[in-house]
């Protein structure tokens, strides 16, 4: 199967500021109950992604383009650029912000907390 992706505008996301482009790669559906969600995601300049905790789910980051402020789940602030892998343990908040004046692209996975029984 091929298919276009499917392109979402989210508005203030996590309690973020202004916009977020998620350019849906794999659909909900598709991950067949191991995550929520696989996308390209751009943040204008001036736009985030607000701090939220993961419950049952991890989320990381690879940065494509862009520089901007992963905001981890200590409360810390770090720079990002192309190539830098933000990730965050399952339970932890996390939040992204981008206060350059160029597009931040990275993309996203969130997928569920394997429970070995």
Do not use: W
């Amino acid at each position: 199967m091929v298919r276009k992706t499917k392109t979402e505008i989210k508005k203030e996301l996590r309690g973020g500021r202004g916009e977020v482009e998620i350019q849906h790669i794999v659909s909900r559906e598709e991950l067949n109950g191991h995550g929520d969600m696989y996308a390209l995601v751009r943040l204008k300049p001036g736009c985030s992604i607000g701090y939220h905790q993961h419950i049952g789910n991890t989320e990381p980051y690879f940065i494509i383009e862009g520089h901007g402020i992963f905001v981890d789940h200590d409360g810390s602030r770090i720079e990002v650029g192309p190539g830098d892998v933000c990730y965050i343990e399952v339970g932890e908040s996390h939040g992204m912000e981008n206060n350059s004046d160029q597009d931040l692209v990275f993309m996203a996975l969130i997928y569920n907390e394997c429970k070995f029984y």
